[in-house]
Nanobody, 122 residues
Framework: VQLQASGGGLVQAGGSLRLSCSAS????????MGWFRQAPGKEREFVAV????????SYADSVKGRFTISRDNAKNTAFLQMNSLKPEDTAVYYC????????????????WGQGTLVTVSS
């Protein structure tokens, strides 16, 4: 499975961005889809995950209420809508796919995209 993340960019604090993750080469609906991020000098951290059917989601406390993960299985694409962005959201965001039903642990996932940079200015 190949994953292509897009939609990152520079935005002012309080603004919004929508990240997309396009998948190819595998049965998209068989995979849970996750988003992780890594800021400079920091470890990779969990952001959000959505189950295969899209019925169940989970978020890191730091983004709950501001970010929304979704998926369109017909289009083999997952999304991360990010609202009320803060400077501390600045990071490279990675989409990931896993055969596991659901996980917040990065090492549970099988496939990773190349990352897209989100920069939030104060």
């Amino acid at each position: 499975v190949q994953l292509q993340a897009s939609g990152g960019g520079l935005v002012q604090a309080g603004g919004s961005l929508r990240l997309s993750c396009s998948a190819s080469g595998g049965p998209f609906s068989n995979y849970a889809m996750g988003w992780f991020r890594q800021a400079p000098g920091k470890e990779r951290e969990f952001v959000a995950v959505i189950m295969r059917s899209g019925g169940v989601t989970s978020y890191a406390d730091s983004v709950k209420g501001r970010f929304t993960i979704s998926r369109d299985n017909a289009k083999n694409t997952a999304f991360l809508q990010m609202n009320s962005l803060k400077p501390e959201d600045t990071a490279v965001y990675y989409c990931t796919a896993g055969r596991i039903p659901f996980s917040r642990n990065w090492d549970a996932y099988d496939y990773w995209g190349q990352g897209t940079l989100v920069t939030v200015s104060s």
